[in-house]
């Protein structure tokens, strides 16, 4: 077959390929516009407070020049379905101007078969606007629905646990507000069914007790309408790790007749217990938690610190993971002074040698309430010493790793201080930092000007001084290939990179090629 003739152009008389419209491209171009009919100008909503985008009928996250809010943008231009989009992308613009610019290639097919492509550029004005939510969140007691949190202990560290599950899940997304209580946390959400899911995840995490009412605020007859404020209050039980409880006989012996005396070693989805003397564990329910509703006796307020003198390996425990000993020690406090000894039987054999220190409670001397008292007696024989962990050196300078935290308002009729806060909330720091196991469900996050001065100590030399010389360090300590690189978590489906290149977000491969000037 033979090549396409050669003809002149009808307008200009320029030489080109022959085509049914008789023109070159240049005079296609300047006589015919296929953008006409296209949107150049058009009006977008943001949220000024939550920084949304609306999108009829819901809003959306998106960060500026995203592909999110690029969608979101073609979608109302008007007129865009008459052509073939081939390409867009945004143009710079000023930070405070209010403008998005955004670069359109489109093309259409003119003169029967000719395909012309133009690009142009759109103009989205932003206003503000103010979404549902951030509505009732600048009103007061807007809230529909109340999720209450209460464990009544004297310290708040099953709390702080909650609170790192709650933002490792982010299962405070669709909160409106939270209020710090003197025995645990208030979430407000705006919807029932956001505190029903609320809900439905705390009982998933820790052991708690159920209960829901609802108030009436208004009512309308005549549509049979009615509008409620539902409150659901979460009792958590007042146990926490290392606390010392005395089961009931009747739990103690359906678990397997294990010694009611034991210890609390871990809080999960139910509670965990060990005999600090045979290393037997057991594990309760929050259903079997409440039906017996028994209490700890005693805390790590009431720890005492003894020094291990010698250890003698008797046998190894239940599960095989450790041994049982019997532990000759002394107070910390009376070495050089009293020559008073213990011989402790302790599960935790395979870790304590001479020269450790140990924490444990000395029930022999302790004050006890009288139903405490009487709940020790009927455990059977009252041992004089329970060990309950080793203490190791704490890591030198400071922690290079820290946590999140919920945006929480104090309450008005709070009676916990500060510095008790502060005390508590250290506590629960070192207990993280002590556990693998718990910093497997909890997010750490590098803090770099701590591992900056690490990292210098380091290239100088020098060693930091660590609480208690002597000591063995810790094998379950927190490591650097833990951490998180950082505290800026976006909310899923906005996750782009910093360094992300937008100048083609959009480009369709199937797109004819445009008639060139030949």
């Known amino acids: 077959m033979g090549t396409n003739p050669e003809i002149l152009c009808c307008i200009c008389g320029a030489l080109i390929s022959s085509n049914q419209a008789r023109m070159c491209v240049n005079c296609l171009k300047t006589r015919v516009d296929i953008t006409e ?6 009006v977008i909503h943001s949220c000024r407070d939550c920084q949304r985008w609306y999108r ?5 996250v998106a960060n500026l020049e995203s592909m999110d809010l690029l969608s979101l943008c073609l979608k109302k231009i008007k007129g865009l379905q008459k052509v073939k989009l081939v390409n867009a992308r945004f143009l710079y613009s000023e930070e405070h101007s209010r403008h998005l610019r955004i670069e359109c290639t489109v093309q259409k097919e003119v003169f029967g078969s000719v395909i012309l492509q133009q690009s142009f550029v759109c103009e989205a004005h932003i206003q503000n606007m103010q979404c549902e939510q951030c509505t009732r969140v600048s009103a007061k007691d807007t809230w529909n629905a109340l999720v209450q949190l209460r464990q009544p202990v004297e310290h708040k560290r099953t709390i702080f646990l909650l609170e790192q599950l709650i933002l490792k899940h982010r299962a405070h997304q669709q909160c409106s507000n939270i209020k ?34 609802k108030r009436l605020i208004s009512a309308d007859a005549n549509n049979n309408t009615y509008n409620y404020k539902y409150t659901y209050c979460l ?9 010392l409880v005395v089961l009931p006989s009747s739990l103690a012996h359906n678990k397997g007749h294990i010694n009611p005396i034991v210890v609390c070693k871990k809080i999960g989805k139910d509670l965990h217990f060990v005999d600090p003397q045979t290393g ?19 805390n790590n307020k009431q720890f005492v610190e003894y020094t291990v003198l010698e250890t003698e390996i008797i046998s190894q425990t239940s599960n095989q ?25 302790s599960h935790l054999g395979a870790l304590l040698h001479a020269g450790d220190l140990v924490l444990g409670y000395e029930i022999c001397s302790s004050n006890f309430a009288e139903e405490d008292m009487a709940a020790l007696g009927r455990g059977g024989h009252m041992p004089e010493i329970l060990l309950v962990k080793k ?22 009729n709070s009676r916990r201080s500060d510095a ?22 909890l997010n750490l996050y590098k803090d770099p000007q701590a591992i900056l001065e690490m990292q210098e100590r380091e290239a100088r030399g020098e060693v930091g001084d660590s609480a208690g010389e002597g000591l063995d360090p810790n094998p379950e300590a927190v490591d650097l290939a833990e951490l998180l690189d950082g505290l800026q978590i976006d909310d899923p489906g906005t996750d782009l990179p910093d360094d992300a290149d937008y100048s083609e977000p959009y480009s369709d491969p199937t797109a004819p090629p445009p008639c060139s000037a030949e």
């Not at 009919?37 to 058009?42: A, D, F, I, P």
């Open 180 to 213: 710090d209580d003197n025995n645990g946390l208030d979430f407000f959400f705006q919807n029932r069914s956001h505190g029903q899911r609320f809900v439905d995840f705390v009982e998933k995490s820790v052991p708690c007790r159920l209960n829901t009412s």
């Open 391 to 412: 203490v190791y050196a704490l890591q030198p300078g400071r922690r290079i790793w820290k946590l999140e935290t919920l945006p929480k308002e104090m309450n008005d």
């Open 235 to 243: 009792h958590l039980p007042p146990i926490c790790r290392d606390d």
């Open 420 to 441: 008790r806060e502060q005390h508590e909330y250290e506590l629960f720091m070192r207990e993280v930092e002590s556990s693998r196991a718990l910093r497997k469900h």
């Open 280 to 298: 037997n564990c057991c594990s309760v329910s929050a259903t079997e938690y409440f039906r017996h509703n028994f209490h700890s006796v005693a």
């Open 321 to 345: 993971k450790g041994q049982i000993a019997d532990v000759t020690l002394m107070r910390t406090l009376d070495l050089g002074r009293v020559d008073t000894q213990f011989i402790v039987r």
């Open 56 to 60: 009829n009928p819901g809003w959306l």
């Open 37 to 42: 009919g296209v949107q150049k100008q058009m």
